[in-house]
């Protein structure tokens, strides 16, 4: 090698490099097409901006990333703002990004679409999910600035419609950095407390980038994980936040949310007149018709004379009585008659009437047997001979049969 020539190192070529381009080229606003998107678990985010003719690697250092409104995706037309700096051991330039804003649609708004869709697809915003509100609350608390238009709107409202409803009040931020985090603590306090009805939460109207804090994943997740229905009222009516969607009802206005949820005395009282004098009518329609029906019942001639009813009466028990007399009489001789017919019969078919115009029978004896025929006897036995007074006892000495 020839002694003249003093050769750069790597390293320090490299950083001459490093040193010429990030002191010429910083301060940048790269327009371009995202490719090959990472989110890294550490929390960086890789990618490459590409157009026609070239490429460029960028990086979203944790630290940046978290002030980011949207997540990147491939083939999204992005404007990225920063330094371009070189990786020395990769030895390659890169854009270090800072600040990342999307083409055509605004920020905000890309924003609010990817997290609508996100939280969506989880079923946060489905109308099975939403509670009912209590018919009449009498504790409600309420998460917004103490010192803006809408808890004095809310403390109106609630001293015309119905004093005896108690507004607990806990101050949130609700607008700018770290305003999502005090409505979430304002939600859980509430939750935490068991005695309140219903919560409303809300601001006054403002610029998409002053509601923000209601279209935040912290504020959307902890309305939907609140126990105690809510109610969401931000900005004006033409305003539309996730809050909005996952609450339990949706008020335009925070005075709204108070005319929802504060019951009216006034609407009360007219309630309670109304059914009174329906209570009242019904009733005294019920008295009329009583009336009615005792005064028919009195002018009956049972009531207007009972003592005619109670012979009336007597007198058809006592026809009753003879008939059942007269019937049992009847009766009585029917089956006098009867049984005299029947004795007559059995007298009439009796040995013993038999016996009585002369006529006798003989039994053999001794087996007792019936003298039917002179076939049966042969001198020498003994008969038995029954007549109608007494019976006989003989010895047979002949017996002639005849031919």
């Known amino acids: 090698m020839p002694e003249k020539i003093k050769p750069f190192s790597v390293t320090a070529i490299t950083r001459m490099i490093k040193t010429a381009l990030e002191e010429s080229f910083f301060d940048l606003w790269v327009e371009g097409e995202i490719s090959n998107y990472i989110h890294h678990s550490s929390g960086h985010r890789y990618m ?38 070189v990786y020395e051991k990769g030895g390659n330039y890169q854009l270090n990004c800072r600040k990342l804003l999307p083409v055509g649609a605004g920020e905000l708004e890309l924003a609010f679409r990817q997290l609508y869709e996100k939280l969506a697809a989880e079923g946060l915003f489905d109308e099975t999910r939403k509670k009912p509100l209590p018919e009449y609350p009498g504790k409600i608390g309420i998460v917004t600035s103490p010192t803006g238009a809408a808890v004095r709107d809310i403390i109106q409202i609630a001293r015309r419609r119905n004093p005896s409803v108690e507004l607990i009040i806990y101050p949130a931020q609700v607008q700018g950095k770290g305003a999502e985090l005090t409505i979430k603590a304002g939600l859980e306090y509430f939750n935490r407390r068991g005695d309140i009805d219903v919560i409303i939460t809300g601001r006054g109207g403002g610029s998409l980038e002053d509601l923000w804090p209601f279209n935040t994943e912290i504020t ?10 809510v109610v969401s009222a931000v900005g004006h009516e033409i305003d539309i936040t996730l809050s909005d969607l996952a609450a339990d009802l949706r008020a ?24 009174l004098s329906t209570q009242a009518g019904r009733l005294g329609n019920l008295v009329r018709q009583a009336r009615q029906q005792l005064g028919a019942l009195l002018n009956r001639p049972v009531y207007a004379r009972p003592l005619d009813f109670i ?61 039917k025929s002179c076939r049966t006897i042969k001198p020498g036995d003994k008969l038995e001979t029954i007549l109608v007074d007494g019976r006989l006892i003989s010895m047979v000495e002949e017996s002639n049969m005849e031919k």
């Open 48 to 85: 490459y901006l590409k157009d026609e003719n070239a490429v460029i690697k960028v990086t979203i250092w944790r630290s940046a990333g978290a002030y980011l409104k949207f997540e990147p995706e491939n083939g999204q037309k992005v404007i990225a703002y920063g330094d371009i700096t």
């Open 220 to 229: 959307v997740r902890a309305i939907a994980a609140s126990k105690i229905p």
């Open 252 to 275: 335009p206005t925070p005075s709204a949310a108070a005319e929802l949820v504060i019951w009216s005395i006034k609407d009360m009282q007219g309630r309670l007149e109304y059914q």
């Open 311 to 371: 012979q009336q009466h007597q007198q058809y028990l006592d026809s009753q009585i003879r008939l059942l007399q007269a019937a049992g009489k009847n009766r009585f001789e029917v089956f006098k008659n009867n049984l005299s017919l029947v004795l007559s019969r059995l007298d009439t078919l009796s040995p013993l009437k038999i016996l009585s115009r002369g006529y006798s029978v003989s039994r053999k004896l001794p087996e007792r047997s019936l003298v």
